[in-house]
């Protein structure tokens, strides 16, 4: 088997292997060599090549989604480090572990004016777990031993991303037959941590809170075990709140937060018999910042988190946090945790069916718009579906609508943002070999373009891309739509399609503009084909954002 000639370069993939570190994602460049000809050579490596590093991390970021262990990247020096900066910081929020492998030039080589070098030492060190600085210098082996094997135990056990930084001298293409052996130190995983002066309290105050209000952020599907979904589900002082990223369905829990702060915005009597007496969180971030504001102003007399790795006081009054897995932690708990009589869950109940059919009624009455699109896209996915959402108003108008509990729902929220949103979801397409479905606005979609650069998008790929001409998220914000510099500032009105993109990606391209042509477009979409598709939906811009509006003040009717 062919082999790089330069030792260090030998040690990172060997280092690789002993922690199964099986998917490698390289972007090609030089000074890069010895690492893409050790990877792609050894049958051991599923080795991918994505020239767009920014669209190579996301992409490797989706594969680690789907996989659950960490997917590698890597690539040249210089400013190719730096496109990976996006994808890790949203590693960093969403608890993936992505490992960023970096050539480098020698120290000594560094700011004395050759081409394609930066200080690449630490560069990513504020979004990251650990920073493995190696050295190519005589007798590093033990330092560049316990640099690997810390780096890559911390992104094991801790689920984060991490940066080695591995510099090689020239020559770079060089191979050999010899064989350097890698020392292993196993990664040992994470205890769950209860304290148990904090579980006694904890216990005290579930028994004695007739509203506990059970808030579930980002979870992948099946995170919670049957026994504690139906648990929850049956205490009636127990209301629990979730999102279509949660990924937690049962008929007693209310999937649509915002419909039902919206509400309870009627009077101040609705508000206060919402406000809980006890908080329960758990999963990632969550998309509404209704619930936040209402969270803020409404404070529970104890907050209560659960979650292995990190936790945040994201609503000002966090009593505590255990550090456990979920299930451990109700395993331990679940027996001395009391069914409190309370009619909170069933006067929310009761609201969430009145809520239901005003959207039904508003729905039947609404013309072709992002709202009506939307409820129609929601009625077609096909059931068992791998579901990627972009962020902005994508993930917000998902959250209207029902979801159905066969789909699994994802959206980097880690970090929110536009950028490598397709790249993800073409990623988790290859990671989990699913179906998938990526809702997508159109600036989203043309910012991460370059994602469809990509020789492993699967045939059952589809993506749907509202476009809307703009940003039509900013038609919603308070912002004042009537100042001369909005559109050109805010909105970036433009009249962009996919269509082109489509033909030279070798993509089925479909495109509606009037509901008429998206129910008989969304008929044959989903049908197997011999390459990925497209559906392109044109939506009016200017009425867009009134539709929406309007759908809020006749909740609060």
């Not at 120290?107 to 920073?131: C, E, F, M, P, W």
């Not at 020559?171 to 292993?184: A, G, I, V």
């Not at 509990?405 to 290859?430: E, H, K, L, Y």
């Amino acid at each position: 088997m062919k082999r790089p000639q330069l030792k260090l370069a030998q040690y990172v993939i060997e280092a690789c292997k002993a922690k199964n570190i099986k998917h490698i994602v390289i972007s090609p460049g030089s000074r890069n060599a010895p690492l893409t000809i050790g990877f792609s050579n050894d049958p051991y490596f599923s080795s991918y090549s994505v020239v767009d590093e920014r669209c190579a991390a996301f992409f490797a970021l989706g594969l680690s989604q789907q996989l659950h262990q960490p997917v590698a990247v890597v690539c040249t020096s210089g400013s190719a480090l730096l496109n990976y900066y996006p994808a890790v910081a949203e590693a960093f929020y969403s608890n993936i572990p992505l490992v960023v492998i970096s050539a480098d030039r020698p120290s000594s080589k560094i700011d004395i004016g050759d081409g394609q070098t930066i200080r690449q030492a630490n560069v990513l060190a504020n979004h990251t777990a650990y920073n493995a600085n190696l050295s190519d210098t005589s007798h590093s082996d033990k330092s560049n031993f316990y640099e690997l094997n810390r780096a890559l135990n911390t992104a094991i056990e801790e689920q984060l991303p991490v940066h080695l930084n591995v510099p090689f001298e020239e020559p770079l293409y060089l191979t050999t037959d010899k064989q350097y052996q890698f020392e292993n130190l196993p990664a040992h995983y994470p205890k769950n941590f209860i304290e148990e002066e904090k579980v006694l309290n904890f216990i005290k105050h579930w028994n004695a809170s007739y509203k506990k209000m059970v808030l579930v952020g980002v979870l992948p599907p099946n995170s919670v075990e049957a026994e504690w979904v139906e648990w929850l589900a049956q205490d009636p002082s127990v209301l629990v709140l979730t999102e279509t990223t949660s990924n937690l369905h049962h008929e007693h829990f209310v999937p649509y937060i915002d419909k039902l702060l919206t509400y309870t915005e009627k009077n101040a009597t609705f508000r206060a018999a919402l406000h809980p007496d006890l908080l329960l969180t758990f999963g990632g971030l969550v998309v509404s910042k209704k619930i936040k504001q209402f969270l803020r102003a409404f404070k529970p007399n104890y907050h209560y988190n659960i979650d292995r790795h990190q936790s945040y006081d994201s609503y000002f009054c966090l009593t505590a946090h255990f550090k456990a897995d979920l299930n451990v932690f109700l395993r331990k708990t679940g027996h001395y945790l009391l069914r409190t009589p309370s009619n909170y869950r069933e006067q929310w109940l009761i609201v969430k069916t009145e809520i239901q059919q005003k959207h039904l009624d508003y729905l039947s009455k609404v013309p072709f718009s992002d709202f009506k699109v939307y409820a129609e896209i929601f009625s077609c996915i096909p059931h068992n579906s791998l579901v990627q959402s972009s962020n902005s108003s994508a993930i917000r108008y998902a959250q209207l609508f029902k979801a159905h509990p066969t789909w699994q729902v994802f959206c980097n929220r880690g970090t929110s943002g536009i950028d490598g949103s397709m790249s993800t979801a073409i990623g988790a397409a290859v990671g989990s070999q699913q179906p998938t479905v990526f809702i997508t606005g159109d600036l989203s979609f043309f910012y991460d373009s370059n994602a469809l650069w990509n020789r492993y998008l699967p045939n059952s790929f589809r993506i749907i891309l509202l476009n809307n001409q703009g940003g039509g998220i900013f038609r919603i914000l308070p912002g004042d739509t009537s100042d001369p510099n909005f559109e050109f500032f805010f909105e970036t009105p433009h009249k962009l399609t996919a269509e082109h993109l489509c033909k030279m990606y070798g993509i089925g391209y479909q495109k509606a503009g009037n509901l008429t042509d998206l129910q008989r477009d969304l008929e044959c979409f989903f049908k197997e084909s011999q390459q990925p598709k497209l559906l392109e939906i044109h939506t009016p811009r200017k009425i867009n954002d009134k539709v929406l509006l309007k759908y809020f003040e006749f909740l609060k009717k």
